[in-house]
């Protein structure tokens, strides 16, 4: 593929960090925390939840490559900066969204590397349709999932059925991309092609750290700024890149962060894999350095051995010589590990402990006021604060086994006449803990009753308080991990105590969730979520050690944009694994299955 632009905001963000996209620990027992691509799904607790409640469908989950080629160019000064989203084409017509692929930089013929997972059913029609966007230049740092598509420029749509791709020889079908309603016109949009492959389930992973040496110069001013990008040989003899260390500037000896592969991404540690180094170009006309062909059991020698690999570079003069270079690649670290999923430790009897905290500050409008967020309706129907409390209890109460849930309010003025930031919902002066969401429901009705909404909006407190429990049960066991569920109007107050909060928190078994009602800005709370792939950093400069926020609009859950159940596991699993790993803490019982039967579940409703 030469020297063909795959990068993530040009190459400088890591593809094998997993900043941009989803990491690939969510994904089942081939999940590996960081190890990115392919961070849509498939995502254990999702899959989990839907098979205890019945609804299960035979079906093989496929894993989506896309590429493009003679995309429109609709940038004045420089190329196209294009995106690929994939939609499931329902029974009614309407479109739900599959996945994205990162935004690569400055190119009309992408490889893009963020792969798609998709449930292949056999049995069923299921009509696919990419949309492909050329992301304009003020959106670059936001992460892709984020991109508002009404803002990005159309390139081009192109629609097939699953059964297409994966029925081909070499499983790829190229698409000629058009106009929207089926116009051709009279210009050439370019092609799409989607490659289909069988996600294989595996826990074993690899950790790569790579190095060269004495790497070719290619820039004139200054040394060359390289970076690895690795792709997998495929069946059809053509490849598809996997992951790409980040870029080491100015530097003809770069040192890499470790990568880790697993067994999905590299199918076998015999198959050969393509490792090409690039020199970046902010333009997105990186310029190969060289390349070598090695498998995983190549690069294990090499690091056995100790010794390094020479790069080839294809000749110009003749196509069929290589010539062999000076620089050489050098594999620093390499181990195997086991990675476990999810649902292992789930079902080995690892426990998510559950906490709730209610908004009452005065921005939510006076609750006898029928436009207040926490206005109750005598007819019965739910506010928005009792819609969040009784969705997301649905899905959160199936994780915790005894279903008593510590809640609390913030930002009420409580019986005692002093405003809190972390007052007990049910009133209670000695025990924080309700009965089931039936608890917080009547708890949060009968705060309404006794606390006045004030302010201002702070998280801190009811984070540090959850944070201690989180932190007192370190002590007693490994088995508990905890989520704080924060339901908010989003008009945060204390946005650098909360920050300090959260970092502090991210070395303990915590997560926090936070769903956001009414129609507020939530810019504070998207900050907080740290999905750009920065993480958060306090007012002493500590970064936090891993990501432990996720932010849900309930807006976009009733506009039906996206399920409940998916938008509250979504990064949960990844979260939960990341902390897991890397303090090496194992399932209690290894050997138990990744797909244990449901009805052995000790939480199965």
Known sequence: MGACCSDVRGGQQAVGGGAQQRSQ???NAAAAAGGGGGGTGPNDAVDFFYRTKGVQALFTQIELSLSASKLLDRDIISKSDPMAVIYAKKRDGSLEELGRTEVIMNCLDPVWIEKINVAYQFEIVQPLIFHVYDVDTSYHKLPAKMLKLKDQEFLGEASCVLSEIVTKQNRSLTLKLHNKKGQVGLRNLGTITVHAEETIASRNAVEIAFRCSHLDNKDLFSKSDPFLRISRIVESGGSVPICKTEVVNNNLNPIWKPLTLTMQQFGSKDNPLILECFDFNSSGNHVLIGKIQKSIVDLEKLHKEKIGANFVLPSSRHHTHEKVLKGQLFVDHFS?????????YISSGFELNFMVAVDFTASNGNPHSRDSLHYIDPTGRLNAYQQAIMEVGEVIQFYDSDRRF???GFGGRTYEGSVSHCFNLNGSAGSFEVEGVEGIMA?????????TLAGPTLFGQVINTAADIAGHSISCTNSKYFVLLIITDGVLTDLEETKNALVRASDLPLSVLIVGVGGADFKQMEILDADNGERLE???GRIATRDIVQFVPMREVH?????IVQALLEELPGQFLTYMRTRD?????ATTPASAPPQDHPYVV
């Open 406 to 408: 510590p809640a609390w």
């Open 585 to 589: 803490i194992k399932p209690q019982t």
């Open 443 to 451: 708890a949060y009705a009968s705060a309404l009753r006794s606390v």
């Open 25 to 27: 620990a969510t994904s």
């Open 336 to 344: 195997e590990r086991k990675l476990y999923s999810f649902l292992d």
């Open 538 to 540: 306090s007012s002493t």
């Open 559 to 563: 506009g039906g944009q996206i399920s």
